[in-house]
């Protein structure tokens, strides 16, 4: 299983009771690859956005001061993929602000404010 932790100041809203938590002035994209001992062969997991270089700040759009929705997203998954979007810098620690399970292998997209069909938030 592959995942990627994006920064949920910049495109999350907090959640369970929790505020708004304050994004950072430059907030970083995060991709971590991890490939099990016996994985498939099939090249590394890639995800691209849109809306956004990788490194650059999330625009307003996808975080609590805008829209507060997801930003599209284009990724290739050969073994499957979840995506976290992870707040490192939240009051009080880190703090997990949506989780995405059961991204399927292979390529796939979705659109501003969509999560991949079949799957689990």
Same mark, same amino acid.
């Not at 270089?53 to 997801?70: F, H, L, S």
């Not at 998954?77 to 992870?86: E, I, S």
């Not at 810098?89 to 399970?101: L, N, S």
């Given at each position: $299983?592959?995942?990627?932790?994006?920064? *949920? &100041?910049?495109? %999350?809203?907090?959640?369970? %009771?929790? %505020?708004? #938590?304050? /994004? @950072? =002035? #430059?907030?970083?994209?995060t991709?971590?690859?991890? /490939?099990?001992?016996?994985?498939? *062969? +099939? &090249?590394?997991? /890639?995800? #691209?956005s849109?809306a956004?270089?990788?490194? !650059?700040p $999330?625009?307003?759009?996808? /975080?609590?001061?805008g829209?507060? $929705? *997801? @930003?599209?997203?284009?990724? =290739? *998954?050969p073994? +499957?993929?979840?995506?976290?979007?992870?707040?490192p810098? !939240?009051? %009080?620690g880190?703090?997990?602000?949506?989780?995405?399970? +059961? $991204?399927?292998? &292979?390529?796939?997209?979705? =659109?501003? &404010?969509?999560?991949?069909? +079949?799957?689990?938030?």
């Amino acid at each position: $299983i592959c995942a990627l932790a994006l920064p *949920a &100041g910049a495109v %999350g809203c907090g959640g369970h %009771g929790h %505020g708004p #938590t304050t /994004t @950072p =002035s #430059t907030p970083k994209v995060t991709t971590l690859g991890r /490939t099990a001992p016996n994985a498939p *062969a +099939g &090249g590394p997991l /890639t995800i #691209t956005s849109p809306a956004f270089t990788d490194g !650059a700040p $999330i625009p307003p759009r996808y /975080t609590c001061k805008g829209e507060g $929705i *997801a @930003p599209p997203l284009a990724w =290739s *998954a050969p073994t +499957g993929a979840a995506l976290v979007v992870d707040d490192p810098d !939240a009051p %009080g620690g880190p703090y997990v602000h949506w989780v995405v399970t +059961g $991204i399927a292998p &292979g390529s796939g997209s979705t =659109s501003a &404010g969509q999560t991949p069909p +079949g799957t689990t938030t």
